[in-house]
């Protein structure tokens, strides 16, 4: 497995490798590798001839108040997780390869950056838009996988490969979650036990909501006012937002139809965690 | 010769063209072809296996009192000189081709844009370095071709490729000017024959300019001074801004010292015409 840590090695890698015809399969990730990562590298491997898995905690997308500094990072034992599932290369770049001084060009998906998360994370979505868009160029691959868990983030990267016609195919692959239905996430690790106890009501409410639009429930503000009972249960969780929007543009709905996602964000002690779902064509 | 006219078929050809190893220079243009354009695409003609051109007049780069609607196209005779200059491929898609309905994504080079030009053309260079990356992303050039006329959307462009690490190398290719030392531009063509004869003293004061630095002059504002006066003796020109500065981040020089751009724009009556002057090593 290669570990290579310079724009330009990576980029002569990538180039030799497609003058040799190969498929490459990527996973963008910031490190602190968990099974939904690893769900993610299993089916670039399944996909491709080549898997190439970045690191790299991208300061761009951490507000000034955020985890950027304490956001967890352990590459040895994400390198042993990648090569336990035959990645062939890590792009593991320093910040100022990837920011030189004086970086000056950002990229903005406007209307899908400010609901949801982007409410409480301005600029978020335009620093994660701006480093996906940047990791293409330099790793070139033909299929890029993301979670389902950040659902606001698959939505705007598809939109920006689709809008910027990146050569590329955006494959977002379903949440993983522990036995207790928590979403797979490198923040679960600042969770006390009590407070991991605490967030399972996430995804409860989550299947909550489905059962709701399973019975024929359409009217969104009853299923998030629901939803919002039985998270508040849980006194240590504050919830940031519970929005129900079209699953293709964020736009929140009145009436629940066609796909929808049920997004959420609730911080359990001083954690902010998210989860979400997607119901698909409801009628 | 081709003329592809979507996206798809031409990032198809793109694609085989680079599995075939060649070498693909590309010159992006809005049509209403000059000796300038055809500058540039001799020079990727002779660089390059293949030499791809794009017509495109982009929408998003005119503000909404500009020419947009009466920019000068004629796709017959732009493409039979593109057939003279030996290019392979024309790039030629229409406006809902390349913006379909509900596009939402921009490039941003901070700091750049708002100089110069930017001051009275707000959202320009935003459009212009949107525009520029889509057609790197559809044709996958080794190496890109862009006029010196254009200074500051130079520096931009190369400056956006070099923060995003988009895998191709910027040319820049010095101004064709007509025998009077006007600047080639598609919108000469607006011009009267007496306003062309007094366009004529905005190369004449960059000239002057030059003289000035070579005889010692380094006061940005005294070398600024002495080409307003030189164009205000023509009674048509309405100076929008005469500049001196830094030929990398576009910073206004007080010293002339290093690399300078001297660059200048002015209406000629209902036009605006641009010019610059880069001076290099000056100590």
């Known amino acids: 497995m290669l570990i290579i840590r310079t724009v330009q090695k990576m980029q002569a890698y990538s180039k030799e490798m497609r003058r040799k015809g190969k498929r490459t399969g990527f996973v963008p990730t910031m490190g602190a590798l968990h099974e939904g990562h690893l769900s993610l590298i299993r089916r670039a491997r399944k ?16 507000g000034p108040r955020e985890d950027f500094k304490k956001y967890p990072r352990n590459f040895k034992h994400d390198a042993s997780l990648c090569k336990n599932e035959r990645v062939d290369c890590i792009f ?31 600029g978020h ?15 070139q691959p033909d299929n890029a996988y993301f979670g389902q868990k950040d659902a606001q983030q698959s939505v705007i990267i598809k939109k920006m490969a689709a809008d910027l016609n990146m050569p590329v195919s955006i494959k977002v692959i379903p949440t993983v979650r522990d036995k207790d239905g928590l979403a797979l996430s490198s923040r679960n690790r600042y ?40 998270i ?38 001083k954690t902010r965690l998210i989860d979400n779902l997607i119901i698909r064509g409801v009628s």
């Open 47 to 62: 996909d491709n001839d080549l898997v190439v898995v970045s690191i790299f905690v991208n300061p761009c997308q951490f």
């Open 191 to 230: 969770l006390s036990v009590r407070e991991k106890q605490d967030a399972k009501v996430l995804s409860q409410a989550l299947k909550l909501a489905r059962l709701l639009v399973d019975g024929g429930q359409r009217s969104a503000q009853r299923v998030a006012e629901r939803m919002k009972q039985l």
């Open 125 to 139: 979505f335009r620093g994660v838009a701006t480093v996906v868009a940047k990791l293409f160029n330099i790793i």
């Open 92 to 122: 593991y770049p320093a910040v100022q390869e990837m920011y030189p001084g004086n970086y000056k060009t950002f990229i903005s998906v406007e209307g899908l950056s400010d609901a949801l998360c982007g409410k409480s994370r301005p």
């Open 232 to 269: 508040q249960k849980k006194k240590s969780l504050k919830i940031e937002y519970i929005s129900l929007v079209d699953a293709d543009n964020l736009v929140p709905l009145t009436r629940i139809s066609g796909s929808c996602i049920i997004a959420l964000a609730a911080k359990v002690g």
